[in-house]
Nanobody, 125 residues
Framework: VQLVESGGGSVQAGGSLKLSCVVS?????????MGWYRQAPGKERELAST???????TYADSVKGRFTISQDHPKDTLYLKMNSLKTEGTAVYYC???????????????????WGQGTQVTVSS
């Protein structure tokens, strides 16, 4: 299984970016949930958003109202549209996936289990 993120870059505060995560090796229909995490310099990784197989989305309070998570099943691609970016949004953004049969899907762990390599987002003032 591979998760490959793209779409990161540099943007000024208030700007927008759209991240993509392509899943290969398994189809989207094999996932019970996917998510986007981010890790800022010197800080712990934090969950930004998740989406379940039925399309139910959750957002961290810090991104609610500005970020939108979505998925394109035919393309096996997860997206994160980020609007009104803030300087504190500077981080490496990681895509994560949990597949049916995993501990995450059974509810015994919050760890998705599969991760991409990350894509850098830099927001300048």
């Amino acid at each position: 299984v591979q998760l490959v993120e793209s779409g990161g870059g540099s943007v000024q505060a208030g700007g927008s970016l759209k991240l993509s995560c392509v899943v290969s090796g398994y189809t989207f229909f094999s996932t019970c949930g996917m998510g986007w995490y981010r890790q800022a310099p010197g800080k712990e990784r934090e969950l930004a958003s998740t989406i379940s197989s039925d399309g139910t989305a959750t957002y961290a309070d810090s991104v609610k109202g500005r970020f939108t998570i979505s998925q394109d099943h035919p393309k096996d691609t997860l997206y994160l549209k980020m609007n009104s970016l803030k300087t504190e949004g500077t981080a490496v953004y990681y895509c994560a996936a949990a597949f049916y049969g995993s501990a995450y899907c059974s509810g015994t762990t919050a760890d998705f289990g599969f991760w991409g390599q990350g894509t850098q987002v830099t927001v300048s003032s």
